[in-house]
């Protein structure tokens, strides 16, 4: 039986760690630097849990040595450490981050590693990787690579239309940070929460704009071969123009913890919440312009005997596939590994890719 460590025990790192340990095919640890969450977790033969300082590097390597694999599911700022170790240790690694820096220094910790590297195995960066690069191979050629993605309230109830499902660090961040794209066929990055526009799916209006992280290595990947590739973040109308007003008129995006304390004080906390995906690809085809459009809408439910939250499945379920895949030997056991690598039939086939079938 494999031995895994899971770093990180908040929504998205328990809900790994338990379903991991539901499967019956791996015994995890699951590691976090304070007791308190780790309390509630419901522990067995297959699931252990350890308070560790997850910046002590000697610690880290001690725990993650003779193990398997690491899964980091911690604050975006302690990818790269944990990465490092696990390069030191010898085991196999993945993450769940959306930051583009910290993403840069993992594939270069990977160039040597003698393990295999996947960052960027969640829902977006991750799955919504999968899916583009599964529609763009449909095409002779490709024009257009458009993703839309959005964790949302099923009852929005505030001027936000928003519901805290997951890292307010992480939201935060992506709204902050430059965003990658493909403009015109030429590499760039441009403003988080530009590029507004709405949209209607199945009679809901909505809005995107862009954010940070969610192309993971597309743009390396469809480079030269694509005049226009970008995510953007899906979210009620109005979102947007909030937003804007607290991070750049109050310039609150100098004062994060500020910014972190109003949103956790005042935005609720919901497990009635809907993922909507968006991905189009438009390209030639026989000498024809067409356009392939996978839209899906997941909504929280019963996953591994345990009511979860759409946020909490569409994540886990991301990481837990694509670790799944590796530990079976369908992936490369070594070096970097894009989401694109992985296929969406290899993905939707796996046990815990039940949740994305339509």
Same mark, same amino acid.
């Given at each position: 039986?494999?031995?895994?460590?899971?770093?990180?025990?908040?929504?998205?790192?328990?809900?790994?760690?338990?379903?991991?340990?539901?499967?019956?095919?791996?015994?995890?640890?699951?590691?976090?630097?304070?007791?308190?969450?780790?309390?509630?977790?419901?522990?067995? *033969?297959?699931?252990?849990?350890?308070?560790?300082?997850?910046?002590?590097? /000697?610690?880290?390597?001690?725990?993650?040595?003779?193990?398997?694999?690491?899964?980091?599911?911690? *604050?975006?700022?302690?990818?790269?450490?944990?990465?490092?170790?696990?390069?030191?240790?010898g085991v196999h690694y993945l993450d769940l981050t959306e930051d583009v820096e910290s993403t840069r220094k993992v594939i270069e910790i990977a160039a040597s590693a003698k393990t295999a590297f996947i960052p960027q195995s969640g829902l977006a960066p991750g799955f919504i990787s999968i899916v583009a690069n599964d529609l763009a191979g449909r095409f002779d050629s490709l024009d257009t690579i458009r993703m839309r993605v959005g964790a949302l309230p099923q009852y929005p109830s505030n001027a936000l239309k928003y519901s805290l499902t997951w890292s307010t660090d992480g939201v935060i961040n992506e709204y902050i940070q430059p965003c990658e794209a493909?403009?015109?066929?030429?590499?760039?990055?441009?403003?988080?929460?530009?590029?507004?526009?709405?949209?209607?799916?199945?009679?809901?209006?909505?809005?995107?704009?862009?954010?940070?992280?969610?192309?993971?290595?597309?743009?390396?990947?469809?480079?030269?071969?694509?005049?226009?590739?970008?995510?953007?973040?899906? %979210?009620?109308?109005?979102?947007?123009?909030?937003? %804007?007003?607290?991070?750049?008129?109050?310039?609150?995006?100098? %004062?994060?913890?500020?910014?972190?304390?109003?949103?956790?004080?005042?935005?609720?906390?919901?497990?009635?919440?809907?993922?909507?995906?968006?991905?189009?690809?438009?390209?030639?085809?026989?000498?024809?312009?067409?356009?392939?459009?996978?839209? +899906?809408?997941?909504?929280?439910?019963?996953?591994?005997?345990?009511?979860?939250?759409?946020?909490?499945?569409?994540?886990?379920?991301? /990481?837990?596939?694509?670790?799944?895949?590796?530990?079976?030997?369908?992936?490369?056991?070594?070096?970097?590994?894009?989401?694109?690598?992985?296929?969406?039939?290899?993905?939707?086939? +796996?046990?815990?890719?039940? *949740?994305?079938?339509?």
């Amino acid at each position: 039986m494999k031995e895994v460590v899971v770093v990180g025990a908040g929504r998205i790192g328990s809900t790994i760690a338990h379903m991991l340990a539901h499967c019956g095919d791996y015994r995890i640890t699951l590691v976090d630097r304070s007791q308190e969450p780790l309390s509630e977790i419901e522990t067995g *033969p297959a699931l252990t849990t350890a308070v560790l300082d997850i910046t002590d590097e /000697a610690s880290l390597v001690r725990l993650l040595t003779g193990k398997y694999a690491v899964v980091s599911a911690a *604050p975006f700022q302690l990818t790269v450490a944990i990465a490092t170790v696990a390069a030191k240790a010898g085991v196999h690694y993945l993450d769940l981050t959306e930051d583009v820096e910290s993403t840069r220094k993992v594939i270069e910790i990977a160039a040597s590693a003698k393990t295999a590297f996947i960052p960027q195995s969640g829902l977006a960066p991750g799955f919504i990787s999968i899916v583009a690069n599964d529609l763009a191979g449909r095409f002779d050629s490709l024009d257009t690579i458009r993703m839309r993605v959005g964790a949302l309230p099923q009852y929005p109830s505030n001027a936000l239309k928003y519901s805290l499902t997951w890292s307010t660090d992480g939201v935060i961040n992506e709204y902050i940070q430059p965003c990658e794209a493909i403009v015109d066929g030429k590499r760039m990055e441009v403003a988080a929460l530009e590029g507004l526009e709405e949209f209607s799916l199945d009679g809901v209006q909505y809005e995107a704009f862009n954010t940070s992280g969610g192309l993971g290595s597309l743009t390396d990947t469809y480079k030269g071969k694509v005049q226009t590739l970008n995510y953007r973040t899906i %979210r009620y109308p109005g979102h947007a123009a909030i937003m %804007r007003m607290l991070l750049q008129d109050l310039r609150l995006k100098d %004062r994060r913890e500020v910014l972190k304390d109003v949103l956790e004080a005042a935005v609720p906390m919901t497990s009635q919440d809907v993922v909507v995906i968006l991905v189009t690809v438009l390209g030639q085809r026989q000498g024809r312009l067409m356009q392939e459009t996978y839209a +899906n809408k997941i909504y929280s439910g019963l996953v591994a005997g345990r009511q979860m939250t759409a946020i909490q499945i569409t994540t886990a379920t991301s /990481a837990c596939a694509v670790f799944d895949l590796l530990a079976t030997g369908k992936l490369p056991q070594k070096g970097f590994i894009r989401q694109e690598d992985i296929t969406l039939e290899a993905f939707l086939e +796996n046990r815990f890719g039940a *949740p994305y079938r339509q």
